[in-house]
């Protein structure tokens, strides 16, 4: 996810955010301080199944972990 811009979701999509099978880990960029946290409490939120999250400041660095994570669940 790219926090560059601002947005929400409603509380249905919130509780059903990578529900997917296939969704191994979510990297989260965020540019200030508001997005990290209202990822960090949408993080916190019950949901449906555990999240393997982490927030970035840098893009490269976010995708960089995302492939080491996909290489580690393949392994």
Same mark, same amino acid.
């Given at each position: 996810?790219?926090?560059?811009?601002?947005?929400?979701?409603?509380?249905?999509?919130?509780?059903?955010?990578?529900?997917?099978?296939?969704?191994?880990?979510?990297?989260?960029?965020?540019?200030? +301080?508001?997005? @990290?946290?209202?990822?960090?409490? #949408?993080?916190? &939120?019950?949901?449906?199944? *555990?999240? $393997?999250? +982490?927030?970035? @400041?840098?893009?490269?660095?976010? #995708?960089?972990? &995302?492939?080491?994570?996909? *290489?580690? $669940?393949?392994?």
């Amino acid at each position: 996810m790219n926090k560059k811009y601002s947005y929400t979701y409603d509380f249905y999509a919130q509780r059903n955010l990578a529900t997917l099978k296939e969704t191994v880990a979510m990297a989260v960029v965020a540019y200030n +301080k508001m997005a @990290s946290m209202s990822t960090e409490i #949408l993080d916190k &939120l019950p949901m449906k199944s *555990e999240w $393997h999250l +982490k927030i970035f @400041s840098d893009r490269e660095k976010a #995708l960089k972990w &995302l492939r080491h994570e996909q *290489e580690a $669940h393949e392994n």
